[in-house]
């Protein structure tokens, strides 16, 4: 009945409307001995949207005299496609708790729309594509309760993506010219059940998501309304949250011999997917 119940969970996680996190989660309980070590390869494709408001400013340039106006904005982050290469490494702290670190590289696409007072599109940047860039974070597991082939657990992980400055252009202006640049945090917390067979581990359950980041805007367009035509430098500076903040994830873990292992994950919100992969050994 306990397999039954196990089989269900991990199921319905699967095909739940649900939630989306940047970074693999693995299975939420520990999975190092005491004193014990690993080294993990990962890999973590995403898409989700995201929020930025805050404030932007433009600058009549010379000869032009010089004026500043200032404005407060809201964006849409939209289609924002992330690719995560990290290594991580694991410790078992205490016989049902294990820590890790992860360090490695990251880079992202996306739109960056306006949102007007009326609801409706302002300034449309496209073709944000950052570069990789440095990525790093860090987390812990912990086992709450086993039973036969059953474990219940958590994880908690922090983790830092700063993709490099990507030129952008604006739809809507075809005399700006600019770039834009996306630094992000997130924190994921999550819990469920590992499923233990001969071979292989199945996992899945619900997780919390958390963003915060910055999404700065510089550039410089022409204004042609004027005689004769003034140019303005552009410079905004955003907050970024999330949209979504509650989620299910779910995946297994291979046993390929005594000391390594592969995985696959999916996660998912209401605005957001991801799939990740990797494999680990143990030593």
Known sequence: ???????????????????????????????????????????????????ADGSATETT????????????????????????????????????????????????EGDITEKTASGSNGDQFKDFDGSLGFAWGFGSRVTFYEEDDITWGGLFQVTWANPDESSIIDKNDTNFSGNAEIKYWEVQLAVGPTWELENIRLYGGPFLHFVNGDLDISGSTLDTSTI????????????????????????????????????????FTGDAWGIGLGTTWKF
């Open 61 to 108: 340039l010379p000869p032009a005299p010089s004026q500043t106006f200032y404005f407060s904005k809201e964006y849409k982050i939209e289609d924002f496609q992330t690719d995560m290469f990290m290594t991580r490494f694991d410790s078992g702290i205490w016989e049902n708790w294990d820590v890790f670190l992860r360090l490695g590289i990251s880079g992202a």
């Open 228 to 267: 004769p035509a003034i140019t303005r430098a552009v410079d905004a500076s955003h907050d970024i949250k999330e949209e979504s903040q509650l989620g299910a994830f779910a995946g297994a873990q291979w046993y390929l011999g005594n000391n390594t292992s592969m995985y696959s994950e999916l996660q």
């Open 1 to 51: 009945m306990k397999k039954e119940i196990a089989l269900i969970f991990f199921i319905s996680t699967i095909i739940a409307p649900a939630v989306f996190g940047l970074s693999p989660i693995g299975p939420p309980r520990s999975i190092m001995q005491e004193g014990q070590s690993a080294f993990s390869l990962e890999y973590f494709n995403n898409e989700m949207d995201l929020q």
